[in-house]
């Protein structure tokens, strides 16, 4: 008997013979094992160099739960923002049509194509004492470069695109009948898009709210620029982890970091099942 | 009279997708807009149903001018080509909405929305989702939804457009019935001529966002009001003649010449019924050569070619080709019974208007 026969036929024609498959499929297995895998394994590992006690005590220090607080505070502030941004903007483009699109489509893309660091000095520019707008604030006492506004700013700017960028191809896909006919069933904007875009576009919204939760609360870049790093004030767990390494307190930069671990792998874990979910409707729905 | 368009036109930028139009529709009437694709039909039925806003005149539903009457307070059901359902929603719910929207209360939608379904044929279905629903079934569940909350009219885009031939037919009489146990004023669109002459009381039939003629199918069929009617509802023969020594000719086709001039011509039209073909060649004065036969069932349609290259098109039963003995290639005797006179030079000869391309039907096409 041969090698073929035991395994059983190849399924398909083209099928590549069986040594460039098993070997295409250790290379990208061995990537993901040494380059993301290892080193999030380490991750944790590092944060329990010196005990669990010690990791927990790092995460319980009056500082890091701050730079925790914060960093929740961010994310649910921008979220929620850019949602409603995101069915505004994806709205406007898929169901419009009026001379600037392409140009509103372009600038949504701006946050991806801009480095986030850039994205931040813009802000203290605009902001900063030396800014443009500093002197009126100053003299209003408001405060937003180095306080958490800035943060906020920073975040909103950087995760704009995530929750418009997965509408829209849903939005034009679904097209607008289904809107005018609840129209004409005498629904009113609201009940329309209550009861039938929203739902329409519920797959592509949750996760462009995924993605944008999971970059709202990793930035780090923008954040750096206009945080001003005061601990316990306008540090985010970003901020945080980078304080604590320079400061040589790795296990405790480890511990932080891997709650931050946690939320991304909390994160991918919705977002799987979801697709899963998404998958199971379609095939209900054949 | 239950909708009611006076002088209305739409236009689109430069373009009038619809020119100057009036239609009036009785209260209970199974009405047809028939008309080549992108002639306006269904901007017309999108401007009654207020998803379109008229650039002049008005529009009155049951004698109330509706044109600042928002889409959701005129009280019509619409009937999308695609049909629009919500996917979302299962049957039950899509027919369920409207009453929803407008705060019935429950028993009293629980119990329209029994009533459709059984209406409608849908017993059974209410818990599915469209995607679970054949074409004809999810037509059905539109139309249920457009008549749940009792509009005054209902207004159907294409509405046999998306289902295929077959389902078509059974739809058609489905319809009529429906149309017929209901009796709401319903108006609907089609470029199928068959169809509006099928289906509807009477015919509203558009070219090019102007109105063509209103009509009983019969009317329009039988009295065309101008050359594009005539050409367009049912099949025509249509010859150019040029008037000399008295007469119209065209090769050695002989018909009056109107009083025109010598040189000037005139376009006529007669229909494939109106030729009478015999084997006798001494029964009729024309002569010709069968070419072509084309079965369509209880009908043959067939092709005669003139001596002089002209080729006219007549119909004939299955049972009168048989019994003249008729075969491809046969040489016959022919007269035309009735023809229209379609066009007189009085300038030069108006160009003939465009047709589009009309798949020829199986059985019984046009006649």
């Not at chain 2, 039925?45 to 001018?65: K, V």
Request: charged letters at 20%; hydrophobic letters at 45%; glycine letters at 8%.
């Amino acid at each position: 008997m041969n090698r073929d026969s035991a395994r059983g036929p190849s399924q398909r024609g083209t099928e590549e013979p069986p040594l460039i498959k098993w070997l295409l499929i250790a290379a990208a297995l061995g990537f993901c094992f040494v380059f993301l895998l290892l080193p999030l394994a380490n991750v944790f590992v590092q944060a329990c160099a010196k005990g669990l006690a010690y990791c927990t005590e790092a995460l319980t220090k009056p500082d890091s739960q701050s730079a925790i607080g914060l960093t929740l505070l961010v994310a649910g502030i921008t979220v929620p923002l850019n949602v409603v941004f995101g069915l505004a903007a994806a709205w406007a483009i898929a169901k419009f049509e009026f001379p600037a699109k392409s140009l509103l489509i372009t600038l949504i893309d701006l946050p991806f194509s801009i480095s986030p660091v850039v994205a931040g000095l813009m802000l203290v520019v605009l902001f900063g004492l030396q800014g443009l707008l500093g002197p009126w604030l100053e003299a209003h006492d408001l405060k937003i470069i180095f306080a958490v506004p800035g943060i906020v700013l920073a975040t909103i700017f950087v995760t704009f695109p995530f929750v418009a960028r997965e509408l829209i191809p849903v939005m034009q896909a679904t097209g607008s009948e289904q809107e005018q006919a609840a129209l004409t069933l005498g629904a009113t904007g609201w009940q329309t898009f209550w009861h039938v875009t929203l739902p329409s576009v519920k797959w592509g919204l949750l996760y462009g709210i995924i993605l944008c939760n999971a970059r709202a609360v990793g930035e780090f870049g923008a954040v750096s620029v206009v945080s001003g790093h005061i601990a316990g004030k306008t540090d985010t767990m970003s901020l945080r982890v980078e304080k604590l390494y320079n400061e040589y307190d790795a296990p405790a930069a480890f511990a932080v970091a891997s709650l931050l671990v946690l939320l991304a792998l909390l994160t991918l874990a919705v977002k799987v099942l979801m697709e899963w979910r998404q998958a199971r409707g379609e095939k209900a729905a054949r | 009279m239950s909708i009611e368009l006076r002088n209305v036109t739409k236009r689109f930028g430069e373009v009038a997708a619809v020119n100057g139009v009036s239609i009036s529709v009785r209260e209970g009437e199974l009405m047809a807009l028939l008309g080549p694709s992108g002639g306006g039909k269904t901007t017309v039925l999108r401007m009654i149903a207020g998803l379109e806003m008229p650039t002049s005149g008005d529009i009155f539903i049951r004698g109330n001018r509706v044109n600042d009457v928002s889409v959701q307070r005129r009280n019509i059901g619409f009937v999308f080509q695609s049909y629009a359902l919500f996917k979302n929603m299962n049957v039950a719910n899509n027919i369920a909405f409207g009453l929803k929207v407008k705060k019935w209360n429950r028993a009293d939608i629980r119990e329209r929305v029994a009533e459709l379904l059984g209406l409608l044929g849908l017993e059974g279905l209410e818990r599915r989702y469209p995607h679970q629903l054949s074409g004809g079934q999810r037509q059905r569940v539109a139309i249920a939804r457009a008549l749940a909350s009792k509009p005054s009219v209902l207004l159907l885009d294409e509405p046999f457009g998306a289902v295929d031939a077959k389902i078509r037919e059974e739809l058609r009489e489905w319809l009529v019935r429906l149309h017929h146990d209901l009796n709401v004023t319903t108006l609907f669109v089609t470029h199928d001529q068959e169809e509006a002459l099928e289906v509807s009381n009477r015919i509203v039939i558009f070219s090019r966002g102007i109105l063509e003629q209103v009509g009983t199918p019969r009317e329009v069929y039988e009295q065309p009001a101008n050359e594009f009617v005539a050409r367009f509802i049912g099949a025509m023969n249509v010859l150019e003649l040029e008037v000399s020594d008295g007469a119209a000719r065209a090769g050695e086709l002989e018909f009056p010449s109107y009083g025109l001039a010598q040189g000037q011509k005139l376009r006529i039209g007669f229909r494939p019924y109106a030729v009478q073909i015999s084997s006798d060649l001494t029964q009729y004065r024309y002569h010709a050569l069968l070419r072509h036969t084309f079965f369509l069932g209880v009908l043959l349609r067939v092709e005669l070619e003139l001596p002089s290259g002209l080729t006219i098109r007549a119909r004939m039963t299955k049972e009168e080709y048989a019994h003249q003995g008729l075969a491809d290639g046969k040489e016959v005797s022919f007269q035309i019974r009735q023809y229209r006179v379609l066009a007189k030079e009085s300038a030069p000869l108006p160009p003939e208007r465009e047709l589009p391309y009309q798949p020829p039907a199986a059985i019984g096409e046009n006649i």
